[in-house]
């Protein structure tokens, strides 16, 4: 399947636009937030089951815990609310905190394109589908939010600079 250079052209142009990679990473961000939540109250969300998910997700026998999906689903949660812009913080901690989310998604992706995501969550990837998902989808998918909070942080410090 190839995709047609004009459509490819035109999404580039669309993420070009001012507040789009912003945009599109605090949804996204948001949206983990939530399956994350849905998990930690036990939900199989996309899969049938548990077992399913913790195989796919996490390439372990089990899923973590409630408190640690809780936990996951507070911090997506709080991540997504710093790059939206919504000032829960001043906008130097903001700053501060994008260049932690963005390190921690570029981390991420790296080590789940190199099959290393064990190093970063104890106890993970050690199921074969796992490591095939997250080479393929994870952590690019992590790599591309990194992008995206580094985009968030890059157009709060021109702002800053803008305003002295």
Do not use: K
């Amino acid at each position: 399947m190839s995709i047609p250079f004009r459509l490819v052209r035109t999404v580039v142009r669309v993420l070009r636009l001012p507040g789009v990679p912003q945009g599109l990473t605090a949804a996204t961000l948001a949206g983990l937030a939530g399956v994350h939540g849905a998990w930690a109250g036990g939900s199989a969300f996309p899969f049938t089951t548990r077992a399913e998910l913790a195989d796919a997700m996490v390439g372990a026998d089990e899923v973590p815990g409630p408190a640690a999906c809780a936990t996951m689903a507070g911090l997506l949660a709080g991540a997504a609310t710093l790059v939206a812009g919504v000032p829960i913080v001043p906008p130097r901690w903001r700053r501060v905190g994008l260049g932690v989310i963005a390190g921690v998604l570029a981390l991420r992706g790296v080590l789940g394109l190199t099959g290393s995501t064990s190093r970063l969550v104890r106890g993970a990837g050690r199921g074969e589908r796992f490591r095939r998902l997250d080479r393929t989808y994870y952590a690019p998918v992590s790599l591309a939010l990194a992008a995206g909070a580094a985009t968030a942080l890059a157009r709060s410090v021109r702002t800053a600079r803008a305003a002295h």
